[in-house]
């Protein structure tokens, strides 16, 4: 006995040897390459129309989801950071507390959908070297995470002292 099998685009029962790819018989697959070739122009015209619709679906469902829980694209980012740097990754949306306020600059955080501005919501890992990981993470804005990723703590302490300095310097000679 041979094994049959139905062909996806005919529907009719057939042999195993009248088949030439896993899903259309020998006839349907030879009847679709005739069909494309004589009507190539309109079957790209139609695919791109189809991909065009999709992308646009597809990007209004992304920035409706980054706009009702912006942390998912935040924790996508960090996901694929952590991926990259081999660090760990274990935590969730339900790990995160989503202030309104950034606790270090005291800005307003918002959901920015073109690209991360000043005072857009950001994932900062406290201690670097754990990764992201519960209790090391804190959601805080662009602006203080970029000035913390760069600088240590001492440097970070010498621009204070060094600004509060300067500052001093101008109040006694009375610039403001």
């Known amino acids: 006995m041979t094994d049959k099998k139905q062909c996806n685009r005919c529907k009719v029962i057939k042999d195993i040897g009248e088949f030439d790819d896993n899903t259309k018989c020998k006839l349907c697959v030879e009847y679709?390459?005739?069909?494309?070739?004589?009507?190539?122009?309109?079957?790209?015209?139609?695919?791109?129309?189809?991909?065009?619709?999709?992308?646009?679906?597809?990007?209004?469902?992304?920035?409706?989801?980054?706009?009702?829980?912006?942390?998912?694209?935040?924790?996508q980012q960090a996901r694929r950071r952590a991926k990259l740097k081999n660090i760990p990754f274990n935590i969730s949306i339900d790990d995160l507390e989503i202030p309104s306020i950034c606790p270090v600059l005291g800005i307003t955080l918002q959901v920015n959908t073109v690209h991360a501005k000043d005072n857009s919501y950001s994932l900062d890992r406290i201690i670097p070297e754990l990764g992201y990981v519960k209790g090391n993470v804190e959601v805080i804005s662009h602006k203080a995470n970029s000035i913390k990723n760069n600088a240590s703590i001492e440097e970070l302490e010498k621009v204070l002292c060094w600004l509060k300095e300067k500052l001093n310097e101008k109040e006694s000679k009375n610039y403001f």
Not at 33 to 39: F, G, I, V
Not at 60 to 71: E, G, I, M, V
């Open 32 to 75: 679709c390459r005739t069909y494309y070739a004589n009507n190539r122009k309109r079957e790209i015209g139609r695919a791109t129309r189809s991909q065009n619709k999709d992308r646009n679906k597809t990007n209004a469902y992304k920035r409706n989801l980054n706009r009702s829980t912006p942390l998912n694209i935040c924790l």
